[in-house]
């Protein structure tokens, strides 16, 4: 019965991380599409496509962690390094990416002129920025930290799960 279960779990773990990562795929795309972009009405909608699967991408988030965590006690692998490194890695990807979403595509979305967040607090939209504060803040933007963080972090995390160095 166990294994039957375990089998389940994996299978829902990764179809979560498929979920997860096809869902998160717009934030991508709008985040290297937003650097070449100029038209507000364009930075809107790349904004508001990134935000429509923000729901999906945290259920698909919380079902993989869930079950990424349930995994070790069934299989009884809780003494092995990797496990607790995925863990810590996966964590600190999830805060990270919460924290640059704070910092730039929350004030990027009240400086176009949408209704945004702050903290966990909705405003309505306010008046656009000028041209020049919009794209200021969208040049501030490191993509390259993002490819680090959010692409190969977890594909290292990925690499513990498949070959369990220790």
Known sequence: MV???VRWLIFIHVFSAFTFF???GASAAMTFRLRKETDLQRIRALLDLSFSTLILMGI???VMGLSGLVLPFLIKIW???WIWLSIVLMVFVMVWMALMNEKYYKPLRRLVGLP???GGKNFPAEPPATPEA???HIRKINTT???IVGYVVPMFVLWLMVFKPF
């Open 22 to 24: 096809l869902a998160h």
């Open 116 to 118: 945004y967040m702050v």
């Open 79 to 81: 003494d092995k390094v």
């Open 134 to 136: 919009i794209s200021e």
């Open 3 to 5: 294994a039957v279960l």
């Open 60 to 62: 698909a988030f919380l």
């Open 145 to 147: 930290q993002l490819i």
